[in-house]
Every structure is written in structure tokens, then in C-alpha cells.
């Protein structure tokens, strides 16, 4: 550093003078913490795992590279992506920028262009992007109805094997929730794939009504599901200003009532925000009760909330995650979508999501540990060892030249590097070109 570049037939090897975030960290025993929550160490790599985490200034004769006080990251951990969907702006934009907007221009083209060597084309670029930044773990929704759960989901489980050790990965089936009601045996279709595919299962919650016995029915049947084959649980969730959408307390009843033993996480959450204080607190306490996790999406949030053309957006259409936190529950933040109709930008770059994360739910100023959101947390939430470094584990990591997390949060780290297994991996993201066939 800087232009770091470790030889590929190097296996055994010490990065000196490096700093890691004190909380992604499986064993700091060893380690002292700056005001920031870093802690100086050397990393011992040894044929693609770590071997050490310890002290600097141990010398063993081995190979070294100097990180000249750099920090150094996990490969971090995406928990809610959308691939399937991901890179169609080209051809089906948002007209508008609104929620509705997005839906119509996803549907039109969903319906015309989701070939199996569509999906396919488009969900490698995105895991191409997201390698090349970092990313180690990616669980990406799905959308399934009747005429593409069967076209999309085997090319998922083809990506899934392809990409195995580089990009763990696992899919969320995502339908409109009424469906469990309506169609009784799309969802039985639904389930069946889901559960073929060791999938999780989904859904949209809210869609646009009040909170009513309704939605009651339609998460009985989804939780009945999900406890009948074994399958953890995770929905969009209340992704709206209107004081209507609640369904984030009827899924934490429904849990609560079916003494749900999954994992179950809640997307979104955006109106929660704008309930009123008592009101708010009271279905997180809820949701604490029920073990929920939430997750925030606040650039795909930002975009699609409060947007009204020639209007200035008021607020910022992201979850209350400082409130949720202190109440105990786990939370996330992610990148939802990338260059779709319902966000038009995105590179499913986790620092940047981080970054972005900090200005809009103002991570900074607060002595919580917010780096887990992106790694350590949702690696835990989706039962992956993953975003967390750890004497054993693979080594995979993003070591930057940011000595603060101050100098961190303030480029785009483009200059980072990363490593798969103990290798440095090709940073070069695919171009915009591939896609225009
Ligand atoms: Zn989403």
C-alpha cells in the first residue's frame, strides 16, 4: 500500500500495521481500541485463512505487507438485494420516481424480457459488482408469480453453485401476500419451490390497506408454511408514509401467535418512522418480543419516499433504527435495488451503503457498533459465518488506505483491495456495455 498487490502464489503472508473495527472481530482479546473502535494488529494469512489476529510488531520471517495503518474489513454481507431485477434501467425506467411507478415499469418489463438467460445475465453482473467491492454474502428477494417462479429461481440455484466460495447466496421469495389467500395453489407452487430450493419464504405486506383480519389470514397461512417445511421468513414490510401501513405489528402478532422458532426479518419498515411516539414504541417493543429483525433500505427509501414532482421531500423514508436498536432489536441496513425502476442507481457496494447509511440514519456521533449492520449482523440473521474476522476463518477482507473512520466515510474507497480465500481478487467492476445486447 499504496498499490498494494500480493502475489498470487504468496499463501503464507503477514499484513502489518493494519486497523480493524474492534466489532467484527470474533476474538479482540488481544486487541486495544482507538476513539473510533479500531484496534492496531497484524493479520497472519495462511493458505487462505487467517491465522492470527494479534499485536503488531510480532516478526516470524514471514512475508509482510505493510497496510500503513489501514483499515481492514470482512468481506461484508448484503441481506437484502433484489439481482433478479437489478440492471434493467436501460430499458424500463421509473417514469415518475414513485413506488407506483416503479411497480407498473417492472411489471411491463417482467413480463416481456425475464428469460431465463435475462435473469441469468443480469443476476452475474450483479454478483460481479458486488465481488468486486467487496461483498461476501448476498441473499437476494425473488420475485414469484405463476409464470416466472419457474424461470427464475433454477437460475438462481445455477448462480448460487457458480458462485459458490466467492459469494455465498441465498434467495427470498417475493409475491404479493394476498396470494397466500387468493390463489391457494400458487402459493402451495410457491412454497414447493421455496422449500425445493432451500429458499426462504416472503412476501409484500402491505399493500396499500389498513391493518384488518385479512392480513391476519394471509400470515397465518404464510407462517403455517414456513413452520410445515422448516423455512426462515423474511418480508417487505410497510414500505409507505400512510399512517395505514402497520403490518409490522400483525407480523409480530402472527410470530407471537404461531410461537415462531425461525429467523424472521422485516424490510423497510418505513411508516414506522412517522407513527407517533407512544404508537411507535409500542409495536417495537412488539417486535422485540416477536425477535423480528429489521432492516433499512435508505437510499432505495430516499428515492421513492416522499417524492412528489416539483415538491422538496420532507423526511427521509428510512426505519427509526436508533429506536429499534435500543430496544434490543437487531438491525440492518442494505442495498436493495440497483439501476431498476425502483431505484435508478446503486452498485451493490456495501461501503457505500455504509456511507450513505451514516448521513441519512446518522450513524456517526453514537458509540454503537453500526459497522455490525453490514457485516457481522446479517451474516448472523442469515446463519452464515460470514462478516466477521476470525482466527480459522477464510480470509476474506477489504483492506483500505483509511486510517479513521472519518477518512473512510469520506471517499468511495475506490482504492481498496480485497481479498477472497487469501487472494487479491480483480477490483474492476463489468461494464454498462455487456448489457446493451
Ligand atoms: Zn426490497
Given at each position: 500500500m499504496p498499490g498494494l498487490a500480493i502475489p498470487p502464489n504468496t499463501t503464507r503472508f503477514r499484513l502489518v500495521n493494519a486497523r480493524v473495527p474492534i466489532c467484527l472481530?470474533?476474538?479482540?482479546?488481544?486487541l486495544t481500541t482507538d476513539a473510533d473502535g479500531l484496534a492496531p494488529c497484524d493479520i497472519v494469512i495462511d493458505n487462505g485463512r487467517i491465522a492470527a489476529i494479534g499485536?503488531?510488531?510480532?516478526?516470524?520471517?514471514l512475508e509482510s505487507f505493510d497496510l500503513d495503518h489501514g483499515i481492514v474489513l470482512p468481506r461484508?454481507?448484503?441481506?437484502?438485494?433484489?439481482i433478479d431485477k437489478g440492471h434493467i434501467w436501460h430499458r424500463a425506467?421509473?417514469?415518475?420516481?414513485?413506488h407506483l411507478g416503479a411497480r407498473t415499469a417492472v411489471m411491463a418489463d417482467r413480463d416481456v424480457n425475464w428469460s431465463a438467460e435475462d435473469v441469468a445475465k443480469r443476476m452475474d453482473f450483479a454478483l460481479r459488482c458486488a465481488f468486486a467491492h467487496g461483498t461476501g454474502a448476498l441473499r437476494t428477494h425473488i420475485d414469484s408469480y405463476p409464470k416466472q417462479t419457474p424461470i427464475s429461481w433454477p437460475v438462481f440455484a445455477e448462480m448460487r453453485e457458480e458462485w459458490k466460495g466467492r459469494i455465498a447466496l441465498q434467495a427470498v421469495a417475493l409475491f404479493p401476500m394476498d396470494r397466500a389467500v387468493t390463489d391457494e395453489a400458487e402459493f402451495r407452487q410457491t412454497v414447493a419451490t421455496v422449500a425445493k430450493h432451500g429458499g426462504i419464504l416472503g412476501g409484500l405486506t402491505?399493500?396499500?390497506?389498513?391493518?384488518s383480519p385479512k392480513t391476519d389470514a394471509m400470515l397465518d397461512k404464510v407462517f403455517a408454511a414456513a413452520i410445515a417445511n422448516g423455512l426462515d421468513l423474511d418480508f417487505h414490510v410497510d414500505?409507505?408514509?400512510?399512517?395505514?401501513?402497520?403490518s409490522l405489528l400483525q407480523i409480530a402478532e402472527a410470530a407471537l401467535r404461531h410461537k415462531f422458532k425461525g429467523n424472521i426479518v422485516a424490510g423497510h419498515c418505513c411508516s414506522l418512522a412517522l407513527a407517533d411516539d407512544a404508537e411507535r414504541a409500542a409495536i417495537i417493543v412488539k417486535v422485540a418480543e416477536a425477535g423480528i429483525a429489521v432492516v433499512s433500505l435508505p437510499m432505495c427509501n430516499m428515492y421513492l419516499?416522499?417524492?412528489?414532482?416539483g415538491r422538496t421531500p420532507?423526511?427521509?423514508?428510512?426505519?427509526?433504527l436508533h429506536e429499534l436498536d435500543a430496544a434490543g432489536v437487531t438491525v440492518m441496513v442494505a442495498s436493495d435495488n440497483?439501476?431498476?425502476?425502483?431505484?435508478?442507481?446503486?452498485?451493490?457496494?456495501l461501503i457505500e451503503v455504509y456511507r450513505e447509511a451514516t448521513r441519512i440514519?446518522?450513524?456517526?456521533?453514537?458509540?454503537?457498533?453500526?459497522?455490525?449492520?453490514?457485516?457481522t449482523t446479517p451474516g448472523e440473521v442469515m446463519r452464515l459465518p460470514h462478516g466477521r474476522m476470525a482466527?480459522?476463518?477464510?480470509?476474506?477482507m477489504i483492506i483500505t488506505r483509511a486510517r479513521t473512520m472519518n477518512e473512510l466515510l469520506s471517499?468511495?474507497?475506490?482504492d481498496r483491495v480485497v481479498l477472497c480465500a487469501g487472494k487479491q481478487v480483480d477490483r474492476t467492476p463489468p461494464d454498462y456495455r455487456e448489457l446493451d445486447i
Open positions: 472481530v470474533a476474538d479482540a482479546s488481544r499485536p503488531s510488531g510480532e516478526n516470524d520471517g461484508l454481507v448484503d441481506v437484502h438485494t433484489h425506467q421509473n417514469p415518475n420516481g414513485t402491505f399493500l396499500g390497506e389498513a391493518p414500505e409507505s408514509h400512510l399512517p395505514e401501513a402497520r419516499q416522499d417524492r412528489t414532482s420532507r423526511w427521509r423514508g428510512a426505519a427509526p440497483t439501476r431498476d425502476p425502483f431505484y435508478a442507481y446503486g452498485d451493490l457496494d440514519l446518522h450513524f456517526d456521533h453514537s458509540d454503537r457498533p453500526w459497522l455490525k449492520t453490514i457485516a482466527v480459522g476463518a477464510p480470509a476474506g471517499r468511495p474507497q475506490n
